[in-house]
């Protein structure tokens, strides 16, 4: 485990290579197909805006942890990039959060009007099972593994996961009283959900067996928290240009946040206690990959310190 | 071929008793699932809002056609619903067609609100996708052939179809000058491509070989032209009742259509050598389901006259 006795040096460099390597398979994947001008600009307008590329990094340390090799499966990462980057369109437009800036560049309904970028989600979520159908192809994927994985994908970013969970955070916004617990339970909808999905869609894309899919969902699980609090915390201890967004945005817009129920000494224990879970899901495991998986839940913490 | 003899009785009836069977299932498919009470109303809303069902009895006249029993089917058939409600609710937007009514009742936005209403679309159209991967399980469709019906339905539904089909159309609304082929290939997206892909995933569902496939997508190619045709037709000729909205609503919007290029006589006719092309694919096949989709075919076109 040198990676995790290293881990700010080492993971950051390793997800910059792995996020490089989505970069360059995202770069022409919707070349070629038959999409309106105006309406394909803007969807790459926003596919292409950077951005850390977790969740695919994910969906593909699982599959090569569990055994299956990277090339087939990059159209499955890539459609997690697309389900993310759908999410975040739509979260900016002026019915939800409002936002005009998003990493540092204008929003998407800003660049281009709001019809477009409505649509620019609408068709990137599609599109994103689509790349999922596509690694099915000759001599590709199993069906059965993708079927499996596609579903717990699907779960994860619909009703009963992220789009429940931006439901949810919209009626907390501004609500005074918001609980902890009702805080924990938006946050593993709205985005713990689709973090934990890339882990066990990875499992299955490997053919793991129950017990290694429930180790992906455990890792998932708990790196999605310590993820969103981290998130929380950078939003009151982070500088913009890091975040792409001004600083105290959460406190402005009345939001209820780990560090504002919990104060951020406790947020950062939490965030670390998480972390540490997640990297405990996955003992035993001797493999560069599952070095990187703890590597890189101690990373996501250290941000916020 | 006697239901074809005498469509306009018999397949209205037809299409009744196959749209109730949706209905049955449609009624508490979203129950016991975790989604935020505003939410799931505003799902429900859209989802109960009524409608002929065509596009599942399309899924599930072809899987039955072509060999496939249809209680396991019930899943995709009504996934395709709920990707037909989403479009309708993401179409209504103000920053879309801002339509207030929708089937004689306020739109989901009017009812609800804007964030509501695009999050009921996002959630409506990724649950979609979970209700098709959940015919997988246990005992039901085999893999291989839930993916080729589902790869049908995502491209369909995509940036290259449904969703280009609509940024298309808001291109063309109130430009001058939109060109037969134009408009043509504008519908073929935002109409044909869905109807086409219910047709193809109904063959694929059912294991049909590709002779079986290419027969499913050429009637489905021409019903979906003659349906639009006949919409074009019925927004001029029809009444305010049997449309639930305003008749001659295309032309205040300054929306090209098939009578405002081809006159209602031409367009008649375009519309009648659709629906013959369509039953024409079928050519061959006795069999009852062949017959209702015959006649299904002409009492599209019957409607507009």
Do not use: W
Request: net charge negative; glycine share 8%; hydrophobic share 45%.
């Amino acid at each position: 485990m040198s990676a995790a006795s290293n881990p700010a040096l080492d993971v950051k460099a390793e997800l910059k290579k792995r996020a490089d390597e989505v970069e360059a398979y995202l770069a022409d994947c919707l070349r070629g197909r038959d999409i309106p001008a105006r309406l394909l600009a803007s969807m790459e307008y926003s596919l292409h805006a950077g951005g850390k590329r977790l969740r695919p990094a994910l969906v593909l340390a699982f599959a090569r942890l569990y055994g299956a090799d990277g090339a087939e499966l990059l159209p499955f990462a890539a459609s997690l990039e697309f389900i993310h980057t759908y999410s975040l369109i739509h979260d900016d437009l002026p019915a939800m959060d409002d936002d005009d800036l998003r990493r540092g560049k204008p929003s998407n309904h800003k660049q281009f009007d709001e019809a477009t970028a409505i649509l620019a989600g609408d068709g990137l979520l599609t599109d994103a099972f689509s790349l999922m159908f596509s690694c099915a192809d000759e001599g590709g994927v199993p069906a059965p593994r993708l079927v499996r994985a596609a579903q717990a994908v699907a779960a994860a970013a619909g009703s009963g996961g992220m789009v429940g969970g931006q439901a949810l955070d919209m009626e907390y916004t501004a609500r005074p009283g918001v609980a902890f617990e009702e805080l924990r339970a938006m946050h593993a909808m709205k985005t713990g959900a689709l973090i934990t999905a890339c882990c066990v869609a990875g499992a299955h894309l490997a053919g793991a067996e129950p017990p290694f899919v429930r180790r992906a969902r455990e890792y998932g699980i708990n790196v999605g928290a310590a993820f969103q609090i981290a998130d929380d915390i950078l939003d009151v201890v982070g500088d913009t240009k890091t975040l792409g967004k001004p600083v105290g945005s959460d406190e402005r817009q009345g939001k209820t946040t780990y560090p504002s129920l919990l104060g951020l000494e406790k947020s950062r224990q939490l965030a670390k206690s998480r972390a540490d879970a997640a990297a405990d899901a996955l003992a035993g495991l001797e493999h560069p990959q599952a070095d990187f998986l703890r590597a890189l839940a101690l990373y996501i913490v250290e941000r916020a310190h």
